[in-house]
């Protein structure tokens, strides 16, 4: 469902119905001018870290402006104060999340999209031109390969680790999602043995959705595993090592917030921790840097 400017809005609206895209040219109303939109990301968000990564490795920090928000969201339903009156403007009596990512118009105050696959897509395809360094995050014939990985990532890791240790979940249902989680590290590890990256020799989006994927699950699904899971989910050498690799790269390790990504899990949390938090996967601030919440990129 997309947003008409001027109509009201339902009261369910969610943050994801903006789903305006940049077109070519003037005549699609959004179009790439530089400078004219800007990205509002929380990096505590594995979206906004996705949408953060992808803009570096792009080189669009001349052409596409960063606004960064506090980690721990402090508006209502999650969402942030700062992006309220973006969303007033947006859609009349807007009554759902605040909530980052979000793509907005400097020129009319408004949202564009807050759909983060549309707007990784419009990032790739959009802004920056075509320099000979600028790295093709979307090859041409790999859309099914792509959506296979990213089934892999939501689904086989991320959801399947959010049951294994949801608090209450009995031992069938978990061990059910445990398995899932493990088959997918497997899938990933059998990739990565023959592959410097996950589709082949060269880096792409997929590659930022795993690695995202993967901090997740060291830095936030952990603490709720015992630690005879997260020993099986360490012994994936290559998976680790790609993971350690791509923390080391620029465009990658310096938009890790590691502090932040666990006030906010905590701030938000109601589960039990386990033996797992205990078990760290890769010492990931190592490849950090110090940044205050609001720092402009």
Known sequence: MSVTPGKAAPSSLSAASF?????????????????????HLSLSCRHCLRIAITHSLLGL?????????????????????????????????????????????????????THTP????????????????????????????????????EHGIDDAAQCAG????????????????????DALERRLATRAHV???????????????????????????????????TDHPHVWAYARRLAAHPAFGPHLDLDGIARRHHAHCRGLEAAGAAVQILDWAAHTRLRTPAEPS
């Open 166 to 185: 949801q608090p209450g979940t009995d031992d069938v249902a978990r061990d059910t999602a445990l398995d899932t989680v493990f088959s997918a590290l």
């Open 19 to 39: 789903r305006g895209r940049i077109g070519r040219d003037a005549r699609s109303g959004h179009y790439a001018v530089p400078r004219r939109y800007r990205l």
């Open 118 to 153: 549309d707007i990784l897509r419009d990032l790739d395809h959009r802004f920056g031109g075509a320099s000979p360094d600028r790295p093709v995050l979307h090859p041409c014939g790999t859309e099914g390969e792509m959506e296979t990985v990213a089934r892999l990532c």
């Open 61 to 113: 920090g001349d052409t596409l402006p960063v606004t960064l928000l506090p980690a721990v969201p402090d508006g209502p339903d999650g969402g942030h104060s700062a992006l309220s009156l973006m969303y007033e403007a947006s859609a009349h009596r807007y009554a759902g999340p605040t909530a980052a990512p979000v793509l907005s118009d400097d020129w009319s105050g408004r949202i564009v999209s």
């Open 199 to 233: 589709l082949g020799d060269e880096l792409t989006a997929a590659d930022v959705q795993v690695w995202v994927t993967l901090v997740w699950l060291d830095t936030v699904h952990r603490h709720h595993l015992d630690a005879s899971a997260v020993h099986r989910i």
